[in-house]
């Protein structure tokens, strides 16, 4: 599945530039029995060496399986209770990936640690539902990882914004940000770039290739508005 994301101000009559290519893959614990040593990159294999308990680990196997599989030059990888999500592009992007197992926690408590004052409340006026903390989570997670901010400090200052007509965008202290965010099985999985035409393709490797398991809930993300 592609999803076609591109803003424009509407100004520039220029033909548009060809859309940036981002592939998503997703992968659960079953492909883990595929990952294979030997094609481990320098730095994984580096990894192992000093600690070879992580071949044990389900987490480690299947992301590095999905390393193992990208066609283009990996630029995130986040693995969860099993799941991977990767994002790989030819283009030399800024990209951050995040997926989270949906789990009940203690979210007001979260929330004062992790948000800022707008999104504690859009997540009470919501209920405190859990897809929708995973939902913010995941996309603060990828930005942290992309604009290169610190974690945790920088969580509350990365996230959701509400424009006045509504509209939610994507802030961090520094530059403008596109995501999409997405629901896949009991995963919340985000994806975040700076990048003006993006064309996201899906891939999927183990349970993630049924049908219900693929991704639903899509929601995209555009940058502020410009003053």
């Not at 033909?15 to 994984?44: G, H, I, K, N």
Request: with cysteine; net charge neutral; charged share 25%.
């Amino acid at each position: 599945m592609a999803v076609d994301i591109a803003f424009s101000d509407g100004l520039d009559n220029r033909p548009p530039e060809p859309p940036v290519t981002v592939f998503l893959m997703l992968a659960d614990e079953s492909c883990a029995v595929r990952y294979c040593t030997a094609q481990l990159d320098e730095s994984d294999a580096a990894r192992v060496g000093r600690q070879p308990a992580l071949e044990k680990r389900a987490d480690w196997r299947v992301s590095r399986f999905l390393k193992q599989q990208a066609a283009a030059p990996v630029r995130s990888l986040s693995h969860s209770k099993g799941a991977a999500l990767l994002a790989a592009s030819q283009e030399n992007i800024k990209i951050g990936v995040d997926i989270e197992k949906i789990r009940m926690r203690d979210f007001p408590a979260l929330s004062a640690w992790i948000c800022n004052d707008g999104e504690r409340q859009w997540l009470a006026q919501r209920g405190w539902r859990a897809v929708d903390f995973y939902r913010l989570w995941t996309l603060k997670e990828a930005l942290v990882k992309a604009a290169g901010l610190d974690f945790p400090a920088d969580l509350p200052q990365a996230g959701m914004a509400w424009l006045p007509d509504g509209t939610v965008c994507l802030q961090t202290p520094h530059g403008n940000w596109h995501g999409v965010s997405c629901v896949c099985a009991g995963w919340v999985a985000a994806c975040v770039w700076q990048a003006e035409n993006v064309r996201a393709e899906w891939q999927y490797f183990g349970g993630f290739r049924r049908p219900e398991w693929q991704p639903y809930d899509i929601q995209t993300f555009g940058r502020p508005s410009e003053t």
